[in-house]
C-alpha cells in the first residue's frame, strides 16, 4: 500500500471496502504523501471471501458506481508498481489490460499462456465493463457467486441445500446457453475477446507479471521488469521477486 501511495500520489485513491472496516492503518500510510483518497463502500459479504469478491466483480453497482472515471486501476494489497508511467497505459485505450496467466502443459513440464489476463492488478474501462454487466454471462455467473457466498456462510439445514439447488439450476442454465462459470477475471476476459479491445501478450507482460511464473515472464519479456506486479508475496513468486522488492511491504 505505502509503495501505491509513493509512486501513484498524483492519482485519487478510492478503497473499496465495507462500512466496518477501521481505517486507521491506512490513513496513516497515506498521509505522508498528500494523497487524495475517498471510501467506496459496498455489503460486507462482498469481502468474506473469493466467491464474494467475484459476485462483486461482476455487479453493476461496482462500475456504476464509478462512471465518472474512464478507468479503474484495480490494485489489490498484494501488488507492486515499479513504474510510474500509467499515463502510456491509458493511451492506449485497451478495455481491459492485466498480466498474462500461464499455465503448465499436462505431463509436459512445458509452460503456454492460457490466454486469460489475471484480475488482481488491472485497467478496466468503466463503461464498457458495466454495459457488459447485463450481458447473460455475467449476470449468470453474478447470481452463482452470490449463491456460493451466502451457501457458504449458512449453517447446514434446510436453506442451505435449497441454495445447492439453485446453484445446479444456474450451472444447468449456462450449460444449456452454452456459457461457463469461473473465476471473473477468466470470464471477464473471454466476453472481452468477443466484444472488446485487448492487449497482445508482449503488451500484456510490459504492463504486469501475474502470481506465478514470474521468471517465465521475466524472460519471456526480455529480461525487463514490468511496470506493476501481482502477488508478489506468495511462497513461489517471492522466491524471484526478493531480488527487486526490498523496501515495506506493499
Not at 508511467?85 to 499455465?103: I, R, T, V
Not at 474501462?125 to 450481458?135: G, N, Q
Not at 521475466?218 to 508478489?232: M, V
Request: glycine share 4%.
Amino acid at each position: 500500500m505505502e509503495r501505491a501511495a509513493q509512486t501513484l500520489a498524483d492519482r485519487r485513491i478510492i478503497f473499496v471496502t465495507h462500512e466496518e472496516l477501521n481505517p486507521a492503518e491506512y490513513l496513516r500510510i497515506l498521509k505522508p504523501y498528500g494523497v487524495q483518497f475517498e471510501f467506496a463502500y459496498f455489503p460486507k459479504y462482498y469481502f468474506a471471501g473469493i466467491s464474494g469478491y467475484n459476485a462483486l466483480m461482476y455487479a453493476p453497482r461496482f462500475y456504476e458506481r464509478f462512471l465518472d472515471y474512464d478507468y479503474i486501476l484495480l490494485y489489490q494489497l498484494d501488488s507492486w508498481v515499479f513504474s510510474p508511467n500509467l499515463d502510456h497505459w491509458l493511451s492506449l485505450d485497451y478495455d481491459y489490460l492485466g498480466g498474462p496467466w500461464f499455465e503448465e502443459i499436462k505431463h509436459t513440464m512445458t509452460l503456454k499462456w492460457s490466454g486469460c489476463f489475471n484480475g488482481g492488478l488491472c485497467l478496466r474501462k468503466t463503461a464498457v465493463f458495466y454495459r457488459l454487466c447485463f450481458d447473460r454471462i455475467i449476470q449468470l455467473n453474478k447470481r452463482f457467486w452470490e449463491l456460493q457466498e451466502q451457501r457458504r456462510m449458512m449453517r447446514f439445514g434446510a436453506a442451505k441445500i435449497f441454495s445447492f439447488f439453485k446453484m445446479f439450476l444456474l450451472k444447468a442454465v449456462n450449460k444449456l446457453f452454452k456459457s461457463e462459470i469461473g473465476n471473473e477475471d477468466v470470464i471477464w476476459t473471454r466476453l472481452l475477446k468477443q466484444k472488446g479491445k485487448l492487449p497482445s501478450l508482449e503488451e500484456a507482460l510490459e504492463f504486469c507479471f501475474a502470481d506465478f511464473y514470474a521468471e517465465y515472464a521475466f524472460e519471456l519479456n526480455k529480461r525487463a521488469l514490468p511496470s506493476f506486479c501481482h502477488d508478489w508475496d506468495g511462497i513461489w513468486p517471492w522466491k524471484f521477486w526478493q531480488n527487486y522488492i526490498t523496501a515495506a511491504p506493499a
